[in-house]
């Protein structure tokens, strides 16, 4: 087979997971700017997509902002349900995402499985149930400080997606985000060689299960503490593609800045 370029077949996506802050009136007026500022600097989407990832409350004012205006800007659900519908107060289903035209979903953010104790096996659940209903998880792995301490920066992270994947079948369209639990709002960002230490092990894991053509398409993402400073070292790693930022994508320029990190970086 001929060797193909996996750096040229992928588009980076950076992707703004806005935890518990906008309100819905405030979302609108947060992606106006947004995209705002992304037009004014000719921002090219094909070359580098991006994604906002508002509450739950707020995923409907920003679709019909988003269809209203044409915006090319993709939106997705925080955390999803395993379960198809039914006795379950306070869930969210698949379905109502892709209702809303949400193209991704996140799952096993580390504040859920910490917070909310969510297991391997929920995750498994929960990407099967977005998958089902054609919402691409961004499937989130990795490991604590003590974890990296105890056993090296991969072997949790790819043990979680190894049981993330359990369930998936191979036509999968899945995206993978790397967030070392101790670079997560820490302001201690791993370093590019680290995150693509562990991205090359997860890409491995892809290809294990799911056979390497759909590892060679899959975007993983790094996570915790990026920045518009600190963006472009991560990007110049052959098997990081992108980034899911917390804090960060929060102020609209700086979010701006980080998605534009091609140009102010000459990359
Ligand atoms: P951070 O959060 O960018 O604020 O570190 C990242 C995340 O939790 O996804």
Known sequence: MAAVNPVQRRVPLIAGNWKMNLDHLQSIAFVQKLAWTLKDASHDFSAVEVAVFPPFTDLRSVQTLVAADKLPLAFGGQDVSEHESGAYTGEIAAAFLAALECRYVII??????????????????????????????????????????????????????????????????????????????????????????????????????????????????????????????????????????????????????????QKHVGL
């Open 108 to 261: 096993g953010h580390s504040e859920r499985r910490t917070l909310h104790g969510e297991t391997d096996e929920q995750v498994a659940g929960k990407v099967a149930a977005a998958l089902a209903h054609g919402v691409a998880p961004i499937i989130c792995v990795g490991e604590t400080a003590d974890d990296l301490e105890k056993h090296g920066a991969s072997a949790v992270p790819v043990a979680q997606l190894r049981t993330a994947l359990s369930r998936v079948d191979s036509a999968a369209d899945i995206v993978v985000a790397y967030e070392p639990v101790w670079a997560i709002g820490s302001g201690q960002a791993a370093t590019p060689e680290q995150a693509e230490q562990v991205a090359a092990a997860l890409r491995g894991v892809v290809a294990e299960v799911l056979g390497e053509e759909v590892a060679a398409k899959t975007r993983i993402l790094y996570g915790g503490s990026v920045k518009s400073g600190n963006i472009a070292g991560f990007m110049r790693e052959p098997n990081v593609d992108g980034a899911l930022v917390g804090g960060a994508s929060l102020d609209v320029a700086e979010f701006a800045a980080i998605v534009r990190y």
